[in-house]
Nanobody, 115 residues
C-alpha cells in the first residue's frame, strides 16, 4: 500500500521560511517523479514544483527563485524548502508521486503566511 505523508506546514510571517517533507512508502521511490501541488481557498490546485526521477527540477513561475525541491532517496523523502514566503503562498500543499499511469497523493499540509 502506497502512502505519502506530508509534514512541516504551519503559520509563518511574510518573508519567512518553511520546509515541507513528504515521506513515501510502498513504492520504488527512485522511479517516481515527485511533485508538490498547492491549492488556495477558492482556487484550483496548481503544480508548484517537480523533481523528476532523473533528478532535474521544474518550478512554477510563481515560486521560482524562492522554493527548492529536493529528495533523499535513502529516506524515501521529498522536501520543499520555501523561502521569502508571501501571503499568496497560503494554501494546502500536497505531495504527489507519479510513474507512468500510477499516481498517488498525500493528505496535504496547511501553510499559512500572514502577519
Amino acid at each position: 500500500q502506497v502512502q505519502l505523508v506530508e509534514s512541516g506546514g504551519g503559520w509563518v510571517q511574510p518573508g519567512g521560511s518553511l520546509r515541507l517533507s513528504c515521506a513515501a512508502s510502498g513504492l520504488t521511490f527512485s522511479s517516481y517523479s515527485m511533485k508538490w501541488y498547492r491549492q488556495a481557498p477558492g482556487k484550483e490546485r496548481e503544480l508548484a514544483a517537480t523533481i523528476a526521477a532523473a533528478g532535474f527540477t521544474i518550478y512554477a513561475d510563481s515560486v521560482k527563485g524562492r522554493f527548492t525541491v529536493s529528495r533523499d532517496i535513502a529516506k524515501n523523502t521529498v522536501y520543499l524548502q520555501m523561502n521569502s514566503l508571501k501571503p499568496e503562498d497560503t494554501a494546502v500543499y500536497y505531495c504527489n508521486a507519479q510513474y507512468l499511469s500510477y499516481r498517488y497523493w498525500g493528505q496535504g499540509t496547511q501553510v499559512t503566511v500572514s502577519s
